[in-house]
């Protein structure tokens, strides 16, 4: 199957700095790329659609200016977690379908585990 | 918003037992699709069912979907340790098929 890579699996950061998370697909050309947010015990939720080569559309609620999303590349999305607070310790997963191959199922990465301090 | 209800939230069984969990949506999908998340890890795709089909089978996973009633089900059948995971169901929109919400998810705990 397709493998979609997660970089890094866990962060300590400080209040006040930024951390960048990667997601990248090893081994097919993801066009978009999703961005999720799970707390302990809970679902998904989806933060936003990374698209290549255009903005990326937010859903409600997500703060475009906290959670900036760049898709540079048909292989790698990024996502920074601006001027980061003990609130935004989560575990952030992103995934990737490989629709050149016209596959709906969702491959996801490893999940980042973000705490701040 | 969260497309999908699972229950139950919580599921413990012995070894060898067969452990049923459903799902249920709300608006018409294209498909309906089953994941596995290991503590801490990513989701694991398990299996797809299409609107147009009312059972699947993939190895030790029966997947059922009644789209009448917006439901579907995931039966692991004989269960073993390494079956211990949160599943969740998932569904797109028509419109946009690729666009996944999530269900609150199922624990299992497979008990040796």
């Known amino acids: 199957g397709a493998v979609v890579s997660q970089h890094p699996s866990w962060v300590i950061c400080k209040s006040g700095t930024s951390v960048k998370i990667e997601c990248r697909s090893l081994d097919f050309q993801a066009t978009t790329m999703f961005w999720y947010r799970q707390f302990p015990k809970q679902s998904l939720m989806l933060m936003a659609t990374s698209n290549e080569g255009s903005k990326a559309t937010y859903e409600q609620g997500v703060e475009k200016d906290k959670f900036l999303i760049n898709h540079a590349s048909l292989t790698l999305s990024t996502l920074t977690v601006t001027s980061a607070h003990p609130e935004d310790s989560s575990f952030y997963i992103c995934?990737?379908?490989?629709?050149?191959?016209?596959?709906?199922?969702?491959?996801f990465g490893q999940g980042t585990r973000l705490t701040v301090v | 918003s969260q497309q999908g209800e699972e229950d139950p939230q919580a599921l413990s069984i012995q070894e060898g037992e067969n452990a049923t969990m459903n799902c249920s949506y709300k608006?018409?999908?294209?498909?309906l699709q089953w994941y596995r998340q290991n503590s801490g890890r990513g989701l694991v795709h398990l299996i797809l069912?299409?609107?147009?089909?009312r059972e699947k089978h993939s190895g030790r996973l029966r997947v059922t979907l009644d789209t009448s009633k917006k439901s579907s089900s995931l039966l692991i059948t004989a269960s073993r340790a390494a079956d211990t995971a949160s599943y969740f169901c998932?569904?797109?929109?028509?419109?946009?098929?690729?666009?996944?919400?999530f269900g609150a998810g199922t624990t299992v705990t497979v008990r040796a």
């Open positions: 608006t018409s999908i294209n498909n």
């Open positions: 998932a569904t797109a929109p028509r419109s946009n098929d690729y666009k996944l919400s």
């Open positions: 069912i299409r609107s147009n089909e």
């Open positions: 995934s990737a379908q490989d629709r050149g191959r016209g596959r709906t199922e969702a491959f």
